[in-house]
């Protein structure tokens, strides 16, 4: 796939979070409401929040477009955690520190199975270790067996489990880490 993956910059903004709206129901398990999805992306993936992404010094977006149309983003949160459990996961994953977080990872449905995917995964760890970060980490549903099995193919193990919250629903995410750069093993 002939793409081109780079940081987002202030007029991807709509366009990001118009992808957002798209695929983050897609990773959400079957018991959570059509209004609980509507309610997280408004929250936190908005046009508005893309914005304070964009001009926090602390998040870094990459998005990959092909033919000028973006097909997918990721969101990378470059400061330490403070999730006690996420804290835990990292310790009893060996992960070095610092740590990076994988906090948004989607692709356009018509970019599934293309190659892209991998393609913003080697971007966002090398932003990840360029930024100082020597491992990298996500939260993942449980039942996102598709996900969990792309994550494992590009060098995460599983660490530990969390709390997430959509809605009405709390689940307990299975968080996968990865060494990167001459670390990795």
Partial sequence: MQASISPAVPEDVPELAELAAVTFPLACPPEVTPEDRAAFVAANLSAARFSGYLADDTRQVLVARQDGRLLGYCLLVLEPPADPDVLEAL???RALQPSAEL???YLHPEAHGRGLAGELMEAAAGEAESAGSRS???GVNNVNVRAQSFYR????QASGRRSFRVGA???R???MV???GSVRQ
């Fill in 169 to 171: 629903q709390s689940f």
């Fill in 91 to 93: 310790e009893t994953g």
């Fill in 173 to 175: 995410d299975l968080i």
């Fill in 153 to 156: 193919k590009s060098g995460f």
């Fill in 136 to 138: 990298l980490w996500l």
């Fill in 103 to 105: 906090s948004k990872f």
């Fill in 178 to 180: 990865r060494q990167l």
